[in-house]
T-cell receptor
Framework: AQKITQTQPGMFVQEKEAVTLDCTYD???????LFWYKQPSSGEMIFLIY??????QNATEGRYSLNFQKARKSANLVISASQLGDSAMYFC?????????????FGAGTRLFVKA | NAGVTQTPKFQVLKTGQSMTLQCAQD?????MYWYRQDPGMGLRLIYY???????DKGEVPNGYNVSRLNKREFSLRLESAAPSQTSVYFC????????????FGPGTRLTVL
């Protein structure tokens, strides 16, 4: 069965430093996609980055990069040069491929606090 | 483009009452989703619709029904609300497989007394 695990309920990081948010997943599908979303205190969900299971290179989007280790089934989010505006909840999500209809599940999230 | 819109934004129900949450998207997306988010928790998938005319159960479908009215609209119905259904409900849409991320609505905050 699909499962996403985020083991860090809360993380602190100093402004301008890098931080890694952990995500492990479990699936029996060979084709799947991994996503990270940010949820600020205002409540909206903001897409950050995507990694496909067949992508050979780690995804990067500006200050966000995804450390994808397929054999370990991990998809950690790395935020470089943290900013105060990065303080938010971060969710890892997985969508299985195939004809199943793109069912997507989310992890429990990690709350990131950026300190000035 | 409005993206994904949800109505209402807030709702208070009494136990046993019914209501329908409305969701519409104007991005011509094939797939639509309903999630619930309980305080301090992640999103749990209630139902999803891969394409117009199809719906499937997610992780927590009990107590809910859905209707994919057309390509744009996907509604969520609570037939007999219970306090355990107090949550924030998010609707989302995406354009299918691959890199296509989900676009989320602003959410509906539902309280069941």
């Amino acid at each position: 069965a699909q499962k996403i695990t985020q083991t860090q309920p809360g993380m602190f990081v100093q402004e301008k430093e890098a931080v890694t948010l952990d995500c492990t997943y479990d699936t029996s599908d060979q084709s799947y996609g991994l996503f990270w979303y940010k949820q600020p205190s205002s409540g909206e969900m903001i897409f950050l980055i995507y990694q496909g299971s067949y992508d050979e290179q780690n995804a990067t989007e500006g200050r966000y990069s995804l450390n994808f280790q397929k054999a370990r089934k991990s998809a950690n989010l790395v935020i470089s040069a943290s900013q105060l505006g990065d303080s938010a909840m971060y969710f890892c999500a997985m969508r299985e491929g195939g004809t199943g209809g793109f069912k997507t599940i989310f992890g429990a999230g990690t709350r990131l606090f950026v300190k000035a | 483009n409005a993206g994904v819109t949800q109505t209402p934004k807030f709702q208070v129900l009494k136990t046993g009452q019914s209501m329908t949450l409305q969701c519409a998207q104007d991005m011509n997306h094939n797939s639509m989703y309903w999630y619930r988010q309980d305080p301090g928790m992640g999103l749990r998938l209630i139902y999803y619709s891969a394409s117009e005319g199809t719906t499937d159960k997610g992780e927590v479908p009990n107590g809910y029904n859905v209707s994919r009215l057309n390509k744009r609209e996907f509604s969520l119905r609570l037939e007999s609300a219970a306090p355990s259904q107090t949550s924030v409900y998010f609707c989302a849409s995406s354009d299918g497989p691959g890199r296509n991320e989900q676009f989320f609505g602003p959410g509906t905050r539902l309280t069941v007394l």
